[in-house]
């Protein structure tokens, strides 16, 4: 699976966030050797790595877990235990439970709430608790919930609906990729709402896989996970061959899903895609990992992800990104003659 980047509204946030703890952000930022341009183009990204060193940065300047814009201070060690006792519980109905119980008697944790309906349960997230004007951990809290709860399920659960209460950014496409079609933005609370069959699901993991899964922190908690079944989950997985081989052509990727070209183009184009577009995501996304990791020359990474020239592949990610190339490589890399 190729990895999917992030988007500067994020880095943003961050950025304000250390700000408030009083850290000169130009040198916070050549500190992680991200280019501070980049906070000011909608357009811009980062890539997995640099989301979880600016998160660790954070953790490290702040000494909590939700880095400052908690109620109180969060010691490191608290997420570890909530998970570990989150984990006894019998199914999702208990887990859920219990993020409510814990919430309300752990100093520093944000608070939730769980409402059970005739159909549906929604987990609705206290932002008033939070100093947070930039729902920076209002959406991590929802982000890291639903990926727990589908960790501990061991499947991509579905969601109702996802409450923002902020309205919808201009670029919102990574929104669906995080939480799926039904998002509603503009609303008076933050919450998950799932299907009550849903909550009967067994916990399927083990302290073992827990702790593993926890070495990685944040990373597991910030990627996309690659287990979505939308037409357009399953032609980004097929157009990935692309970044390896030659890339399918529109009709080889209908066949593969079994259905015709023209009905294909239909269902994404209602899903506000493309097969273009995707294509484009995952060029996008492969140049922007490779700059960053500073390994490949401009020129050889123009070749490899199929452009005639430097000079095109140049244009295409001004296009995509708002900036020149030369401001993702890190300062480290020399190649000049290149960018």
């Not at 060193?53 to 909530?82: H, K, N």
């Not at 399918?248 to 183009?265: F, G, K, N």
Request: a negative charge; proline letters at 6%.
């Amino acid at each position: 699976m190729t990895q999917r980047t992030i988007p500067v509204r994020f880095l943003r946030a961050a950025a304000r966030t250390a700000r408030r703890r009083d850290v000169d952000a130009q040198e916070w930022l050549d500190h992680l050797g991200i280019d501070p341009e980049l906070l000011f183009d909608d357009r811009a990204r980062i890539t997995l790595e640099q989301a979880t060193e600016v998160v660790q940065e954070l953790w490290r300047l702040t000494g909590d877990e939700w880095v400052g814009l908690g109620a109180r201070p969060s010691p490191f060690g608290t997420f570890r235990m909530v998970c570990l006792g989150l984990m006894s519980a019998p199914d999702l109905r208990g887990v859920m439970e219990r993020v409510r119980d814990f919430s309300r008697v752990l100093p520093g944790l944000p608070t939730f709430d769980v409402e059970v309906g005739e159909r549906t349960t929604q987990l609705t997230l206290d932002t008033e608790s939070l100093d947070d004007p930039d729902y920076f951990v209002t959406d991590i809290a929802l982000s890291v919930g639903l990926r727990f709860f589908s960790w501990l399920a061991g499947s991509r659960l579905p969601v109702e609906q996802v409450a923002l209460p902020y309205a919808r950014p201009e670029r919102a496409e990574d929104y669906d990729q995080v939480f799926g079609r039904r998002i509603a933005f503009g609303q008076a609370t933050a919450s998950l709402r799932f299907n009550n069959e849903l909550l009967t699901l067994p916990v399927m993991r083990t302290e073992e896989e827990l702790e593993e899964w926890l070495r990685n922190a944040p990373a597991d908690l910030l990627m996309y996970r690659d287990y979505g079944a939308t037409p357009a989950d399953q032609v980004r997985r097929i157009l990935e061959r692309g970044l390896r081989g030659p890339w399918p052509t529109p009709d080889e990727v209908a066949s593969q899903l079994a259905m015709s070209t023209q009905h294909l183009r239909r269902i994404l184009r209602e899903d506000g895609t493309s097969m273009s577009a995707i294509k484009e995501e995952l060029l996008r996304d492969a140049a922007i990992a490779s700059l960053v990791a500073g390994e490949e020359t401009i020129a050889a990474l123009s070749e490899r992800l199929g452009f005639s020239e430097p000079s095109a592949f140049h244009r295409a990610f001004r296009r995509w990104t708002g900036s020149a190339p030369g401001a993702y490589r890190p300062k480290s890399a020399q190649d000049a003659s290149n960018d």
